[in-house]
């Protein structure tokens, strides 16, 4: 009976967790999705109100709306020829996740950084860093 009960609490604490896994998976993907495609518009999908950009080394806050439109240039300035992700993980004691990676275009090559965290339910990204690769 013993045995029983554990497994049954095992199953219930693992069927909890998966959507949080899901959220997380979600968002990265999105992100990728949105940087591989130079899409400014679908990236703010995945921003908090606020966001805090750091472009080779200038940090800003932005609005969302702010945000768009800096990103806009951007992609115009180095449109994307391909973007990945090389690491992701997250901080379970502070609900933060991030990922790592880099965004290719004729321009060269940037490391881009995200960290997400939830507002509300929903993960969206409060920061975004976008470094030149010398």
Known sequence: MKTYLKHTVV?????????????EESIISKVEGALKA???KELTK???EKVEIKLDGDRKEYSVNQAEIMLKQFFQQYPSKGFEFIHDGNNS????IYAIGTYTS???SHRVVIRAKKFKDIYKVYRLEFTKER
């Open 11 to 23: 199953i219930l604490m693992l069927s909890l967790s998966l959507p949080l896994l899901a959220q």
């Open 46 to 48: 995945h921003l908090h």
């Open 106 to 108: 004729s321009g060269g």
């Open 38 to 40: 130079s899409s400014s």
């Open 93 to 96: 004691s502070g609900g933060i």
